[in-house]
């Protein structure tokens, strides 16, 4: 049972060391506590694997862009809409790109690795918690029932586990996207539409910067990632 656990890595990871960990599942007597390490093994390996992941960069690329497709739509109305600033036309592109910058933000977060401390696990909760009610009043929205207060809050909140998460990255050095982070997610709540573009702008510059570091780093000692 213990070997049958090392399925659960990921497979980068299981060519470099699945051999080696079998060998010495197979040799070593069997404690209660290794199934438990095992998964968090599995959990961290995912969490933090030896080469980026592609996911983030294309979610914040994709994201990034729909934002500001969705924010020129509304920066060129003859009148600005009333605060939060959403058009019914729009709803659904927005929508869809905060459930990819969801994405992207958590795996931003993810590059601190364990040095970003309470900091980043409280900024992460509370990004996770913002995006879910942002993206839940967005969709209570397009059915036609909107909340301008609901949304907007949700969005606040999520802007802010946001910028700790950007706060937490340029701390730890990480100061191009930690940066890209901060200005988006200050922008975004700014009684101003054409923050709307910064943000959106903010996050495709964040995909471009991040699909840079996965094509250099997209080999393990000569494996493919």
Avoid: K
């Avoid at 659960?8 to 209660?32: C, D, F, I, T």
């Avoid at 590059?111 to 967005?138: C, E, K, P, Q």
């Avoid at 397009?142 to 969005?155: K, Y």
Wanted: proline share 6%; hydrophobic share 55%.
């Amino acid at each position: 049972m213990r070997a049958g656990l090392v399925h659960l890595y990921p497979g980068p990871w299981r060519a470099r060391y699945g051999e080696e960990m079998r060998a010495l599942l197979g040799s070593a007597p069997g404690r209660r506590r290794d199934v438990i390490d095992l998964l968090r093994g599995a959990l961290d390996a995912w969490l933090h694997p030896a080469t980026p992941s592609r996911v983030p960069a294309i979610a914040a690329l994709i994201g990034g862009g729909l934002w500001t497709m969705a924010a020129a739509g509304v920066v060129g109305q003859p009148v600005p809409p009333d605060w939060p600033g959403y058009l019914a036309e729009i709803v659904l592109v927005a929508l869809a790109a905060a459930s990819l910058l969801l994405v992207a933000t958590l795996g931003c977060a993810l590059r601190a690795g364990n040095s970003g401390g309470h900091a980043m696990r409280v900024g992460s909760a509370l990004t996770a918690v913002g995006f879910v009610a942002w993206i839940a009043a967005l969709v209570v929205a397009a059915a036609g029932q909107t909340d301008a207060a609901t949304l907007a809050a949700a969005q606040t909140m999520a802007m802010i586990g946001a910028t700790l998460v950007g706060i937490v990255l340029v701390r730890e050095g990480d100061w191009p996207i930690g940066g890209l982070v901060i200005i988006g997610s200050v922008a975004m709540p700014v009684p101003w539409t054409t923050g709307w573009l910064v943000f959106g702008g903010a996050w495709t510059a964040i995909g471009v910067l991040l699909a840079v570091t996965w094509s250099r780093g997209r080999t393990i000692g000569g494996l493919p990632a």
